[in-house]
């Protein structure tokens, strides 16, 4: 996989150095289309999520999550193969090697072809065993084993499909990715309100996910191809050596792959196995708000793998360490904005949101979880930059040393104090793995001393947030004045705003204070740009 002129290949790329200027000048436009299309799908999931489980009902739902989560493991058959693929499309861009563009398209295709027919087959047996692992009511197992088969098929088409998007990440074109997200969510969102409230039920919930994953793949094969109009894949380019780079890159990303389901996607089978689906529901709705969160702090950090990569080709190491402690202050700001609401006020949020019954229950789950964000935050920065290095070896072998040690945790701890005991299990190994071993680790790759991360990123930012958390709390705790929707926009709203002022002057320094307004500033004309194109 050799660095080839432009002339070589069928893909038209550009000069290296201009590449990697153009994917930073599109940050702050990213940025904002990231956000607008994380605050579309949030209010799509905050007024569909109570009538899905509130139409299939606890255990329903229960069986709803269940199956998302015991298929979701069929992830791993995909090897990590689609991190390796969006990281050399992005390096090769970078270099103008635009046949081996080609090359890593089609030696993936192959191998996440084989990948997705494993996927169905595990999909199969999964369904005909699901009734002997689980209590699910007797006239809920066909619909169950149905749903089962029908997410595995999403699953199998999203393994190719996962390398055109790849290709959209690799260019730094979240706009687009922001229309690919956008669209087929609230397709989904339409169908499944319809259909529910017209007496559908669980079945009807897995077709209408099957064809919005479906759609949104599609979606990304129709605009890799005008990104790139020279990508194809033939057999001529299937090539034995870049195999073996992917692979060799990719099994690392498998790890990792490997720990992230031990950590995110275990709790609910655990709290099942041993609870039972009802228990689920109650576990599974503080996580999704957490998966919320989470999900939200990509729309900053998946900027970063691709910045990286190109950064690493150009040999740009000053560039790197400046990425990776401004990258990873920005975003535990952001993700501290959301923590310190969480652990604060999500409790009084759930009740009104789902129902008093979910306060008590879901509430200290969610106070627990919401911690672990603020750790993986830390992570997922560290992440991102040591794959576009190519240097995340160490990193997948601490994050499944976390996900075995949360599994084991968990198991233990729901047995004294029941699905609480799980959440516990989550945080613990996060706090040593997550938020002191990697990000040290990291900082030691990068020439950063540890103490100069935490001293930049984890201080500076607490500093900021300290006032932010205070507040909440004292308009909630201390005074009681949080007791519907009014009052609690009104607490967080006054709260972020205090925090914002907060971030500008402690958060940022001089010189990013005068990065942001500049980037707002090419960011305002990019909009009206847009507006007088409509």
Same mark, same amino acid.
């Given at each position: 996989?050799?660095?080839?002129?432009?002339?070589?290949?069928?893909?038209?790329?550009?000069?290296?150095?201009?590449?990697?200027?153009?994917?930073?000048?599109?940050?702050?436009?990213?940025?904002?289309?990231?956000?607008?299309?994380?605050?579309?799908?949030?209010?799509?999931?905050?007024?569909?999520?109570?009538?899905?489980?509130?139409?299939?009902?606890?255990?329903?739902?229960?069986?709803?999550?269940?199956?998302?989560?015991?298929?979701?493991?069929?992830?791993?058959?995909?090897?990590?193969?689609?991190?390796?693929?969006?990281?050399?499309?992005?390096?090769?861009?970078?270099?103008?090697?635009?046949?081996?563009?080609?090359?890593?398209?089609?030696?993936?295709?192959?191998?996440?072809?084989?990948?997705?027919?494993?996927?169905?087959?595990?999909?199969?047996?999964?369904?005909?065993?699901?009734?002997?692992?689980?209590?699910?009511?007797?006239?809920?197992?066909?619909?169950?084993?149905?749903?089962?088969?029908?997410?595995?098929?999403?699953?199998?088409?999203?393994?190719?499909?996962?390398?055109?998007?790849?290709?959209?990440?690799?260019?730094?074109?979240?706009?687009?990715?922001?229309?690919?997200?956008?669209?087929?969510?609230?397709?989904?969102?339409?169908?499944?309100?319809?259909?529910?409230?017209?007496?559908?039920?669980?079945?009807?919930?897995?077709?209408?996910?099957?064809?919005?994953?479906?759609?949104?793949?599609?979606?990304?094969?129709?605009?890799?191809?005008?990104?790139?109009?020279?990508?194809?894949?033939?057999?001529?380019?299937?090539?034995?050596?870049?195999?073996?780079?992917?692979?060799?890159?990719?099994?690392?990303?498998?790890?990792?792959?490997?720990?992230?389901?031990?950590?995110?996607?275990?709790?609910?089978?655990?709290?099942?196995?041993?609870?039972?689906?009802?228990?689920?529901?109650?576990?599974?709705?503080?996580?999704?708000?957490?998966?919320?969160?989470?999900?939200?702090?990509?729309?900053?950090?998946?900027?970063?793998?691709?910045?990286?990569?190109?950064?690493?080709?150009?040999?740009?190491?000053?560039?790197?360490?400046?990425?990776?402690?401004?990258?990873?202050?920005?975003?535990?700001?952001?993700?501290?904005?959301?923590?310190?609401?969480?652990?604060?006020?999500?409790?009084?949020?759930?009740?009104?949101?789902?129902?008093?019954?979910?306060?008590?229950?879901?509430?200290?789950?969610?106070?627990?979880?919401?911690?672990?964000?603020?750790?993986?935050? %830390? +992570?997922?920065?560290? /992440?991102?930059? #040591? &794959?576009?290095?190519?240097?995340? $070896? =160490? !990193?997948?072998?601490?994050?499944?040393?976390?996900?075995?040690?949360?599994?084991?945790?968990?198991?233990?701890?729901?047995?004294?104090?029941?699905?609480?005991?799980?959440?516990?299990?989550?945080?613990?190994?996060?706090?040593?793995?997550?938020?002191?071993?990697?990000?040290?680790?990291?900082?030691?790759?990068?020439?950063?001393?540890?103490?100069?991360?935490?001293?930049?990123?984890?201080?500076?930012?607490?500093?900021?947030?300290?006032?932010?958390?205070?507040?909440?709390?004292?308009?909630?705790?201390?005074?009681?004045?949080?007791?519907?929707?009014?009052?609690?926009? %009104? +607490?967080?709203?006054? /709260?972020?705003? #205090? &925090?914002?002022?907060?971030?500008? $002057? =402690? !958060?940022?320094?001089?010189?990013?204070?005068?990065?942001?307004?500049?980037?707002?500033?090419?960011?305002?004309?990019?909009?009206?740009?847009?507006?007088?194109?409509?």
């Amino acid at each position: 996989m050799g660095q080839e002129s432009a002339a070589t290949g069928d893909v038209k790329t550009g000069n290296g150095a201009r590449t990697l200027d153009d994917a930073k000048a599109r940050i702050p436009w990213n940025v904002f289309c990231n956000w607008a299309s994380y605050g579309v799908n949030l209010v799509i999931g905050l007024l569909i999520g109570p009538l899905v489980v509130h139409r299939l009902g606890n255990v329903a739902y229960g069986v709803w999550a269940l199956v998302g989560d015991l298929i979701g493991y069929s992830f791993l058959l995909e090897f990590g193969v689609r991190f390796a693929v969006t990281r050399y499309v992005a390096r090769h861009h970078a270099l103008e090697s635009p046949r081996d563009i080609n090359q890593v398209l089609t030696t993936g295709f192959a191998f996440t072809s084989v990948s997705a027919a494993l996927v169905l087959g595990a999909g199969g047996v999964t369904a005909y065993l699901l009734p002997r692992l689980f209590s699910i009511p007797a006239g809920l197992v066909l619909d169950s084993r149905l749903s089962l088969i029908l997410v595995s098929v999403g699953i199998a088409v999203s393994f190719p499909g996962s390398l055109f998007h790849g290709c959209i990440t690799a260019l730094s074109r979240y706009d687009l990715s922001t229309i690919r997200n956008t669209v087929p969510n609230l397709l989904r969102a339409f169908s499944l309100w319809y259909f529910l409230t017209h007496g559908y039920g669980l079945l009807t919930v897995a077709i209408i996910s099957t064809l919005q994953t479906c759609l949104a793949y599609g979606l990304d094969f129709v605009m890799a191809r005008q990104l790139l109009p020279g990508i194809t894949i033939r057999r001529k380019y299937f090539d034995r050596s870049t195999l073996h780079s992917l692979v060799t890159y990719s099994v690392y990303a498998f790890v990792m792959s490997v720990s992230w389901r031990l950590i995110y996607m275990t709790d609910n089978v655990v709290v099942g196995f041993v609870l039972g689906p009802a228990a689920v529901t109650f576990y599974a709705v503080g996580g999704q708000l957490i998966g919320l969160l989470r999900d939200s702090l990509v729309n900053i950090t998946a900027l970063y793998a691709p910045l990286a990569s190109q950064m690493d080709a150009l040999k740009k190491e000053d560039s790197l360490r400046k990425l990776f402690l401004a990258g990873s202050r920005i975003g535990f700001l952001y993700i501290l904005a959301g923590v310190s609401a969480l652990t604060i006020v999500g409790p009084r949020f759930l009740g009104l949101w789902m129902g008093e019954p979910f306060e008590p229950r879901s509430g200290p789950i969610l106070i627990l979880l919401a911690l672990e964000a603020g750790c993986h935050a %830390l +992570a997922l920065c560290c /992440g991102q930059v #040591l &794959y576009g290095m190519n240097r995340h $070896k =160490v !990193g997948a072998w601490l994050s499944l040393c976390n996900g075995a040690a949360n599994l084991a945790l968990s198991t233990v701890m729901i047995r004294w104090w029941g699905a609480v005991g799980v959440a516990w299990g989550t945080l613990i190994p996060a706090v040593i793995v997550e938020a002191i071993v990697l990000p040290a680790f990291t900082a030691s790759i990068l020439g950063v001393s540890p103490g100069r991360f935490y001293k930049s990123v984890v201080l500076r930012s607490l500093l900021a947030a300290a006032p932010y958390a205070g507040w909440l709390w004292l308009l909630s705790h201390r005074l009681g004045l949080v007791k519907g929707w009014t009052s609690l926009t %009104l +607490a967080v709203g006054s /709260g972020l705003a #205090l &925090y914002a002022l907060l971030v500008w $002057k =402690v !958060g940022l320094d001089g010189a990013e204070r005068d990065l942001a307004k500049s980037s707002l500033s090419r960011l305002k004309r990019r909009i009206l740009v847009s507006q007088e194109g409509l």
